[in-house]
Each structure stands twice: as C-alpha cells, then as structure tokens.
C-alpha cells in the first residue's frame, strides 16, 4: 500500500506529517472520507475554473499584445510593465474570498500546520517579484527582436524546461501518457511556429542575438518559477485555500511592478511615451485601453496558473498554458482576419490530443488514489473499532 505522501503527489492533496514523522491520523468521521464524490465534484470546479482562467486570459493577453506592437507600440520596459502592473483588480477576491474556491472539503489532520514567519513570506514574495521581472522583460526582448515565428519556437522550449525542474524539485513522475502528451504539445507549438507567415521582423544582428538568448533564458526561468512556487505552496505557505493562491499573486506583482516602474525610468523610455501615444495608429483612448486590457488579462492567466499549481502541478499548468498556442491563431482568425489553413488546424488537433493524453494520465491517478484512499479508510475504521 502507498504511504500518504505518495498519495499526496498523486492527488494534488497535502496533509501535514506529524513531528514524530508518521503519516498523519485522518478522522474517519470527515465528511468528505464519507462522501469523495462531493470532494471530487468541487475539485473539478476548481480545476475547470481555473483552466478558463488561464486560457482565456493568456489569450487574450498574447492577442492584445500583438496589437500593441503592430499599431505602433515599442516600449519594452512599458509591454513588461502591464504584465504585473494589473494586480490590484484582485485584491477585491482576496478580501471576501470566494467560497467556490475555498478548499474546506479537504480531509484534515489532527494536527494544525504551522504559519510561516512574516520575514520568510516577505523574502519569498521579494525573490519571487524579482524573477517575474526579469522574466517578463526576456519575453518582452525575445518578442520585440525576433520574427514571431522563432520566438514562438523557443517558447515551445518551455515544457522540456519545466518538465525538467517538476522531476527535480517536484517529485514529478513521467508515464508514456505523460511523455507522449509533451511530445504531441511541443510539435504542435514548433509546427504552428515553423508554418509561421509573420516573419516581417528586421533586426540588426546584434539585437538579434540578443533575442534569441533572451527567449529560452526566459522559458527556463518561468519553468523554474512555475516549480518552486509548486514548492512554496507544499513546504513554506502551507495554506490549502484560495487566499494563498492571491497572495502568491498579488506580492510579487507588486515586487515586480515597483522594479519595472525603476527600469522604464532609468531607461529613459517614460519620456518617449506620450510620442508613442501619439503616434499610435488607433488613437490615445486606444493605446491606453490595449495597454490597461492587456494588464487586466494577464493576471487573469496569473490566477489560473498559480490556481493550477496549487490544485494540480505545476507541469500541468504548463500543459494548459502550452495548448492556448494552437488557440491564439483561432483567435487571430476572428479578430485579425489570419488565414486558416490545414497546418493550422493540424496543429490545433495535435495539441487536443496531447491534452486528452494528460488528463487520461490524471484520470489513471485519480481512480487509483480512490481506491487506495479507500483502503486507508477501512483500516483507519478497523483501528478505531479496536481502540
């Protein structure tokens, strides 16, 4: 029989160990041990929630900041600014806490987890912002010097970066239906990438180069953010509830934001704004509403993300985050009058199948971890008889 931590990994559910290093004693009397259907129904709602979360919004986001820079947009300290700078629309969430996303039904221990100490969380947080925003800053040089189509390749590098980082630092196990979902994910991004007509971006050399390190530099940091806040969630914040996703949210998109503001003014770029502006093709009222849309997306994508890392994994919400790929040229269809093709559409399929492949996987843990949850219940029923 598998130990409660090897539980955990599967299902996404974290109970605290006791001091003495024994697994945790589950009251059999909980709700949710009586009845895992009414669990299993709200994790869903979660689940699902946050995977509209994530796709809408990165899409969303990935579409408006192609507006930006087609209709006359250059400012890179400015495209960095307003991927953090939109925080401030969740602390409303946070402070009446939704319930749908509360995490309640959860099986409890006997024992309390213990709170991290404010230095640690305001250290986590800092270091935290601080990656965001050299992240954030590599994607918006990758996207500036390079034609879409390489820079969308060396995005498709982020899977194999995250799938990296969840074996090492998360304990993330690899099954064919893991691997082949991947791989299908990953050529379905290069292909789309490969058949790319938007190669109209001239650079020097020198900036060309530039972007070309700077876009794997940045998938492989956001692979690594992805995994540690994975982590965070398991060994420093330990909070199964909605406010934690929030708060991982809204601290290091102020870090971030506070740096980028540092950066757009010792950069010089704030005083070549209101040129911009100006300049503009659609107008002021525009240029200011793509930029506050394009903020107010990505944190939407945000919560779905870190909502995914917290239920899930984290190389699950990179999964999800893989298929809005094939999604945004859909999109461009209706909205930029794209061309739809046979690659295209190819490469939409292949990415459905990669997902189905991971949610299958998901579907084989989560029948299994029943059943073993199942057993750990009739002995935990069977001791307290004896007792």
Avoid at 119 to 145: E, K, P, Q, R, V
Wanted: hydrophobic residues 45%; neutral net charge.
């Amino acid at each position: 029989m598998e130990t409660a931590r090897e539980l955990q990994l599967q299902t996404g559910e974290r109970r605290e160990p006791k001091s003495n290093g024994e697994d945790p004693v589950v009251d059999v009397d909980n709700h949710d041990l009586q009845h895992p259907r009414t669990r299993s129904y709200k994790w869903l709602i979660r689940v699902a929630a946050y995977i509209v979360f994530l796709l809408s919004g990165q899409s969303a986001a990935t579409l408006l900041g192609r507006l930006y820079y087609d209709k006359g947009g250059n400012s890179k300290w400015m495209a960095t600014f307003v991927q953090s700078a939109g925080f401030p629309i969740l602390i409303p969430l946070l402070i009446f806490n939704t319930p749908v996303f509360s995490n309640s039904n959860r099986p409890t221990s006997t024992r309390s987890p213990t709170k991290p100490k404010l230095s640690s969380l305001a250290l986590l947080y800092l270091a935290f912002g601080l990656l965001l925003t050299g992240d954030n800053l590599m994607y918006s040089y990758g996207l500036l010097y390079l034609p879409v189509s390489t820079y969308s390749i060396l995005c498709a590098t982020q899977l194999a970066f995250n799938a990296l980082f969840s074996f090492f630092l998360n304990s993330q196990k690899f099954t064919p239906f893991i691997l082949n979902s991947l791989v299908l994910l990953t050529v379905s991004a290069s292909l789309l990438a490969v058949h790319s007509d938007s190669d109209t971006t001239k650079t020097s050399r020198a900036k060309y180069v530039i972007g070309f390190l700077c876009t794997p530099g940045a998938s492989a940091t956001y692979s690594l953010y992805l995994s540690l806040a994975q982590l965070s969630f398991e060994k420093v914040i330990k909070r199964e509830t909605f406010s934690a996703v929030l708060d991982m949210q809204i601290y290091p998109s102020f870090v971030a934001t506070c740096s980028c503001v540092v950066g757009l003014f010792l950069s010089g770029e704030w005083r070549k704004l209101g040129g911009e502006m100006k300049a503009y093709e659609e107008g002021r009222v525009s240029y200011l509403m793509s930029l506050i849309w394009t903020a107010l997306t990505w944190q939407i994508s945000s919560v779905g993300l870190l909502g995914l890392i917290f239920e899930v994994s984290s190389l699950f919400s990179n999964v999800i985050s893989t298929l809005a790929l094939p999604v945004v040229p859909i999109l461009a269809v209706l909205f930029f009058h794209d061309k739809m093709d046979g690659i295209k559409v190819m490469a939409m399929i292949l990415a459905i199948w990669g997902f189905i492949s991971y949610i299958y996987q998901h579907y084989l843990d989560d029948a299994e971890s029943r059943k073993d949850e199942a057993n750990v219940t009739e002995v935990s029923g069977g001791t307290a008889e004896m007792c």
